[in-house]
Every structure is written in C-alpha cells, then in structure tokens.
C-alpha cells in the first residue's frame, strides 16, 4: 500500500479551476494506477477520473469529461486533478486512490480527502 495525501482544495466561482494534488510516499507509486472520487453530502462516493501507472490512458467520468484532466508527475510521485469550468454539482469532498491494476481496479488505499466547494 501507499500513504495517499490530498491537497489543493478549497471555495471557488462557479466557472473557476482548481487544481488538486495527491502526494504518495513509497517508492513503488509509478507501478500504481490513480483514481479520483468524490463524495458529495448526502450522497455515494462516485468516480471522478483513473490514469494508468504512466498516465497514457486515462477515464473520466461524463459528468467531468473535456472539464476535468488527470495527470501524473511519478518523479515527484504526485497525481493532479486539474478541474476547469466548475459548477455548483461539483461540490464535494475528493479523494484520490491507488490500485494496482488500471483495467479491473481495486483501490486499496485512500486519502483523508479534500473539501470542494463551488459557488453559484
């Protein structure tokens, strides 16, 4: 497993970027796919966006595609999720994950998470 640390959130206009970081300790973070989920009050945690251990293939969800872009720095083991034209709906607490595999993953560690809030 790897510690998983969130950062970068934070209250922002409707129509702003935030960019959220995710800090992994170990040295095995490049061998891990990434996620992002989200969970909003009230509601279940969904799927935000996953890169593969390289970061070439990537999925998102359609409620963030072509707003939402994840990436992968795995010198400075981090992964980002960098959130354009944000809405009101995208309110939440995001969590960033790894699992071992990209295709059929299993996220077995988390984040503590970081608080989204957008403003209409």
């Known amino acids: 497993q790897v510690q998983l640390v969130e950062s970068g959130g934070g209250l922002v206009q409707a129509g702003g970027s935030l960019r959220l970081s995710c800090a992994a300790s170990?040295?095995?973070?490049?061998?891990?796919?990434m996620g992002w989920f989200r969970q909003a009050p009230g509601k279940e945690r969904e799927f935000v966006a996953a890169?593969?251990?390289?970061?070439?293939?990537?999925a998102y969800a359609d409620s963030v595609k072509g707003r939402f872009t994840i990436a992968r720095d795995n010198a400075k083991n981090t992964v980002y999720l960098q959130m354009n034209s944000l809405k009101p709906e995208d309110t939440a607490v995001y969590y960033c994950a790894a699992s071992r595999t990209y295709y059929n993953a299993k996220y077995d560690s988390w984040g503590q998470g970081t608080q989204v809030t957008v403003s209409s």
């Open positions: 890169c593969n251990w390289s970061g070439g293939s990537t």
């Open positions: 170990g040295r095995t973070f490049s061998s891990y796919a």
